[in-house]
């Protein structure tokens, strides 16, 4: 596993094996900050300046709705595509990085939660579902919790019925498999062949946001959204636990202080410490990091530490044995 993130984006070799795309990185309302654009500060902000006047492959300070896209490459050579969150810049990231990463379809989708930033692309996804104008397709297997299809059920009420009311034209809209999953670390899944372990955690003190343990060779945990990781959650990313993790990836809204529904950069930094994966990649940043500068401070702070840590960047390729 390698994750040179200082580096552009590399696409894969053919018949490569299980590498995971990140195809957002940056916060609920991206990078650049619109106001920064609108109403630019003297002198202005240069991460959003960056961000808006370089091609994306080129730079990374440009930041979409956090979503992880995992290439599972199983025993017989066959590839499946699990994708972890579908925010408001799905659309946006398919033309950015599937194009780029050579990424044919998607074969499973897992939710985090039901926050606009995690599921507004779901209408999207019809546009990279095989093309059937009276919809006869196999549906798209979606894992959630009950919280989750709830909400969903309001925001997008046509595609979660199963039956056409009496008179009701047929309209072409994504075709979705929605399976509830349980917001506990005792109640396992599969996804495309993949066994996901969910990691309740708070996103404030008011609600529960999941994160995912998976991968057998190389243990990841996915952690995208979370102001406190409770104990039991703690346990299971732990050494004595499912033992220690090869990568952490977690959430660091802001680069000092602290957060009411997410963690900062601080905070982060502490559960790295506490956890000690062998790897740790931030996401969910605001403009307020810098890709290059920070990541500096950062690989000062691993030397230190001994845990090595980094910055995520869209479009960043990480190889690795699931």
């Given at each position: 596993?390698?994750?040179?993130?200082?580096?552009?984006?590399?696409?894969?070799?053919?018949?490569?094996?299980?590498?995971?795309?990140?195809?957002?990185?940056?916060?609920?309302?991206?990078?650049?900050?619109?106001?920064?654009?609108?109403?630019?500060?003297?002198?202005?902000?240069?991460v959003c300046f960056q961000a808006l006047s370089?091609?994306?492959?080129?730079?990374?300070?440009?930041?979409?709705?956090?979503?992880?896209?995992?290439?599972?490459?199983?025993?017989?050579?066959?590839?499946?595509?699990?994708?972890?969150?579908?925010?408001?810049?799905?659309?946006?990231?398919?033309?950015?990085?599937?194009?780029?990463?050579?990424?044919?379809?998607?074969?499973?989708?897992?939710?985090?939660?039901?926050?606009?930033?995690?599921?507004?692309?779901?209408?999207?996804?019809?546009?990279?579902?095989?093309?059937?104008?009276?919809?006869?397709?196999?549906?798209?297997?979606?894992?959630?919790?009950?919280?989750?299809?709830?909400?969903?059920?309001?925001?997008?009420?046509?595609?979660?019925?199963?039956?056409?009311?009496?008179?009701?034209?047929?309209?072409?809209?994504?075709?979705?498999?929605?399976?509830?999953?349980?917001?506990?670390?005792?109640?396992?899944?599969?996804?495309?062949?993949?066994?996901?372990?969910?990691?309740?955690?708070?996103?404030?003190?008011?609600?529960?946001?999941?994160?995912?343990?998976?991968?057998?060779?190389?243990?990841?945990?996915?952690?995208?959204?979370?102001?406190?990781?409770?104990?039991?959650?703690?346990?299971?990313?732990?050494?004595?636990?499912?033992?220690?993790?090869?990568?952490?990836?977690?959430?660091?809204?802001?680069?000092?202080?602290?957060?009411?529904?997410?963690?900062?950069?601080?905070?982060?930094?502490?559960?790295?410490?506490?956890?000690?994966?062998?790897?740790?990649?931030?996401?969910?940043?605001?403009?307020?990091?810098?890709?290059?500068?920070?990541?500096?401070y950062l690989m000062e702070w691993s030397r230190?530490?001994?845990?090595?840590?980094?910055?995520?960047?869209?479009?960043?390729?990480?190889?690795?044995?699931?």
């Amino acid at each position: 596993m390698s994750a040179d993130s200082n580096h552009h984006p590399a696409p894969p070799s053919d018949g490569a094996g299980s590498a995971l795309i990140f195809l957002g990185t940056g916060c609920s309302s991206m990078v650049p900050n619109m106001l920064c654009l609108l109403q630019p500060a003297d002198p202005p902000c240069n991460v959003c300046f960056q961000a808006l006047s370089v091609p994306p492959e080129r730079n990374p300070n440009y930041r979409c709705n956090t979503s992880l896209l995992i290439d599972y490459c199983q025993n017989d050579g066959k590839h499946n595509y699990m994708l972890i969150d579908v925010g408001k810049t799905f659309r946006e990231t398919v033309l950015r990085w599937f194009t780029f990463h050579k990424i044919p379809r998607i074969d499973s989708i897992i939710l985090t939660h039901e926050h606009a930033d995690a599921v507004l692309g779901l209408d999207d996804i019809r546009a990279v579902q095989p093309f059937s104008p009276t919809n006869d397709i196999d549906p798209t297997p979606i894992y959630l919790s009950r919280h989750s299809m709830d909400s969903i059920a309001e925001k997008f009420p046509y595609l979660v019925q199963k039956k056409l009311k009496k008179g009701q034209e047929i309209r072409r809209v994504a075709q979705m498999d929605w399976k509830i999953i349980g917001d506990d670390c005792n109640q396992p899944f599969y996804a495309s062949g993949l066994k996901f372990i969910p990691l309740p955690v708070m996103h404030g003190e008011d609600y529960i946001c999941l994160g995912f343990l998976f991968g057998e060779n190389n243990k990841v945990a996915y952690i995208s959204d979370v102001s406190r990781i409770p104990a039991s959650t703690e346990y299971v990313i732990s050494k004595s636990g499912a033992g220690q993790l090869d990568l952490l990836i977690l959430d660091a809204l802001y680069k000092t202080g602290s957060h009411n529904v997410h963690f900062c950069l601080p905070q982060a930094l502490e559960v790295v410490k506490k956890l000690c994966p062998k790897q740790t990649l931030l996401i969910g940043m605001t403009h307020e990091f810098d890709y290059h500068k920070d990541n500096e401070y950062l690989m000062e702070w691993s030397r230190r530490e001994g845990i090595p840590v980094q910055l995520a960047r869209d479009g960043l390729r990480v190889p690795i044995d699931l």
